[in-house]
């Protein structure tokens, strides 16, 4: 059984959902893939796992680090899995790039290169967004792209986290925005 709650972040209303393994998604209120993966018999309930998840986001977002992590399930194709695995490893207040992902992506699997698309697209199907920082990844030039809950938010949460933003920049177009 999945439950959900909801939650007001400094950027906009938030569900959060769990089972009773760990939190299983972490969706701005109107971002693309929104609930992707929810249960239709969730029920709106208060959970453990909420608590803690609840106490991460209000430490994340009074702009420190949380030095703990709420319990997850991370539901995924093994390589869906193992790319997250790696962006829950891109330390708070930095960036990597998707060709940085899949060069050690690539390297755990023994094979000569893995692609930069392939990881983007794990990348962009994180359930668990902020948590599993898929907002610390950018494009290789640079370019702030491909994050679900829209450009401003990742903006938004990487000047949260005081990234320089100096060297990143939106894309003019593409399907990336």
Known sequence: MQYIRRYESPLG???LACDD?????LWFEGQ???ARGL???????DHPHFEQAVRWLDIYFSGREPDFMPPLHLTGSPFQLAVWE???RIPY?????????SQIIARRRGVPRMSA?????????NEIS???????????????????????????LLALEKVNLEKLFIPSGGSAL
């Open 39 to 45: 249960s239709p018999e969730h029920k709106e309930k």
């Open 21 to 25: 393994a760990g939190l299983t998604g």
């Open 32 to 34: 693309k893939y929104f």
């Open 93 to 101: 207040g930095t960036v990597a790039t998707y060709g940085d992902i």
């Open 117 to 125: 698309q392939a990881v983007g697209g794990a990348v962009g199907h």
């Open 130 to 156: 902020i948590i599993v920082p898929c907002h610390r990844v950018v494009g290789t030039n640079g370019s702030l792209t491909g994050y679900a809950g829209g450009i401003q938010k990742k903006i938004r």
């Open 86 to 88: 790696v962006l829950r």
């Open 13 to 15: 209303g938030v569900l």
